[in-house]
């Protein structure tokens, strides 16, 4: 993973050198794992827009299993792009993700999607676990309203 020594002047680079804006993305792995790393970053960021007078947007990519009151305040303050991995309906995420993680990755959209600045779209991966269920599992995630 990455280490602030190596993000700050990425950022400080991309501020540097875009013409008019910065949309920074936080993808791989899950980066919520790096949550310290994450927030540090969008501070950073936002105070880098301040100074070159440029715009910044952000965005991620998750599995949600993380979340918490803190980093929804903070995707709400930011206006976070939010993709969150959800492969089907309960039997069937939790057969390829684990037990009991369909009911946290559900409860984090649920919530997301009542954030007026947040906007929430979802993933589905389609593997040898699940490929023989495809049509049950995208009736679910297009139902959910954030495809």
């Known amino acids: 993973h990455l280490e602030w020594s190596d993000v700050e002047p990425a950022l400080e680079h991309w501020f540097d050198e875009s013409p008019d804006a910065v949309t920074v993305s936080f993808f791989g792995g899950e ?17 880098l827009s301040r100074k070159h007078e440029k715009p910044v947007s952000f965005a991620v990519a998750t599995n949600a299993t993380r979340m918490n009151d803190e980093i929804y305040d903070l995707f709400a ?26 009911v946290k990755v559900r409860e984090a959209i649920d919530r997301l999607m009542t954030l007026p ?14 490929v023989d269920r495809i049509d049950e599992s995208l009736r679910f995630v297009w139902e959910l309203g954030t495809v």
């Not at 980066?31 to 105070?47: F, G, H, T």
């Not at 206006?79 to 089907?88: A, C, E, F, P, T």
């Not at 600045?117 to 699940?130: F, G, L, Q, R």
Request: aromatic letters at 6%.
């Open 77 to 102: 303050d930011c206006g976070m792009r939010v993709q969150v991995s959800i492969d089907g309906p309960a039997h069937v995420h939790d057969q390829q993700r684990g037990n009991g993680t369909f």
């Open 117 to 130: 600045t947040v906007k929430c779209k979802t993933s589905t991966v389609i593997t040898p676990v699940n």
């Open 31 to 47: 980066p919520l794992i790096y949550w310290d790393l994450v927030k540090q970053s969008i501070d950073k960021a936002r105070e």
